[in-house]
């Protein structure tokens, strides 16, 4: 049984940071690309960055600049930290990694943590 667990999220103020994590468990060959989703009320999930294997990141233009997308492939872990946050960031933040195993290869979502910015 395969499984995305994040941690980190929370309350913080406008110009503060958090750092999220999502580590990969369960019987698997190999993680491709992980990535950071996040969803505010009423609006669609969106792509926050993603990183390959090889460690090539990729960022949403509204967090260039603020936010670091990192991993430790040795613990098939990702990482988010967010730098100076915005009351617009406030969203649940989904992990997503896409894993192979015997008889998948498929996408992987996290149970969502929640991101709140007080302005």
């Known amino acids: 049984q395969v499984q995305l667990v994040e941690s980190g999220g929370g309350l913080v103020q406008a110009g503060g940071s958090l750092r999220l994590s999502c580590e990969a468990s369960?019987?698997?060959?190999?993680?491709?690309?992980m990535g950071w989703y996040r969803q505010a009320p009423g609006k669609q999930r969106e792509l926050v960055a993603d990183?390959?294997?090889?460690?090539?990141?990729n960022y949403a233009d509204s967090v260039k600049g603020r936010f670091t997308i990192s991993r430790e492939n040795a613990k098939n872990t990702v990482y988010l930290q967010m730098n100076s946050l915005k009351p617009e960031d406030t969203a649940v933040y989904y992990c997503?990694?896409?894993?192979?195993?015997?008889?998948?290869?498929?996408?992987?979502w996290g149970q969502g943590t929640q991101v709140t910015v007080s302005s």
């Open positions: 369960g019987s698997f060959f190999s993680v491709r690309g």
């Open positions: 997503n990694a896409f894993l192979i195993g015997a008889s998948f290869a498929s996408d992987f």
């Open positions: 990183i390959t294997s090889g460690g090539d990141a």
